[in-house]
């Protein structure tokens, strides 16, 4: 059974740092390209990240772009999320999603989805 | 960017109604379109993907069609758990992007 399990949430100031974990188990995951997407209390969804199997691509949001850092140790199978210079609006419950396919096909689409970890940027 | 627009944001429904959502992209994409039930306080489910593949797993009242530009979600037969928030989300490039969502809630 594929698992998900985000850590690493909780209260920062705004301009401080937050270190996301996603421990994955139950499938290969090296052989899959995974992802962070959030969702602001109340609000939608929103794709923050990706990273490809083998950390050949990764993808940002604009709205992250240059303060956030997807990686991935597939040592540990596990991915992270290092969150720099946060603000109020990136409050919201982060979630790690794997997708669909693995081996490289990738498809940008998520099968799986983390119980999600709240992170909330107040002073 | 690709925006996802879908209505309506919200729609009341009683059990054995069917109910369509629609999504429609600002630019084709082809059928890179995902489907995604939420319930309060969950994660997304994934149900369709490639617009109208059904996940397995899930059951066949969840239907999608469409291509390019206009896609729709339909649910059969409206059941007690399928109350919910439905989003669609492109998966044909980057950023990907999902629309708004849909509440569905009882009439």
């Known amino acids: 059974e594929v698992q998900l399990v985000e850590s690493g949430g909780g209260l920062v100031k705004p301009g401080g740092s937050l270190r996301l974990s996603c421990a994955a188990s139950?499938?290969?995951?090296?052989?899959?390209?995974m992802n962070w997407v959030r969702q602001a209390p109340g609000k939608g969804l929103e794709w923050v990240s990706s990273?490809?199997?083998?950390?050949?691509?990764?993808?940002?949001a604009d709205s992250v772009k240059g303060r956030f850092t997807i990686s991935r140790d597939d040592a540990k199978n596990s991915l992270y999320l290092q969150m720099n210079s946060l603000r109020a609006e990136d409050t919201a419950v982060y979630y790690c999603a794997r997708d669909q396919f693995g081996e490289g096909a990738t498809v940008n689409w998520f099968d799986s989805w983390g119980q999600g970890t709240l992170v909330t940027v107040s002073s | 960017d690709i925006q996802m627009t879908q209505s309506p944001s919200s729609v009341s429904a009683s059990v054995g109604d069917t109910v369509t959502i629609t999504c429609r992209a600002s630019q084709g994409i082809s059928h890179w379109l995902a489907w995604y039930q939420q319930k309060p306080g969950k994660a997304p489910k994934f149900l369709i993907h490639a617009a109208s593949s059904l996940q397995s797993g899930v059951l066949s009242r969840f239907s999608g069609s469409g291509s390019g530009t206009d896609f729709t979600l339909t649910i059969h037969s409206l059941q007690p758990e399928d109350f919910a928030t439905y989003y669609c989300?492109?998966?044909?490039?980057?950023?990907?992007?999902f629309g708004g969502g849909t509440k569905v809630d009882l009439k």
């Open positions: 989300q492109q998966a044909y490039g980057f950023p990907l992007t």
């Open positions: 990273i490809r199997s083998n950390s050949g691509h990764i993808y940002y």
């Open positions: 139950g499938f290969t995951f090296s052989s899959y390209s």
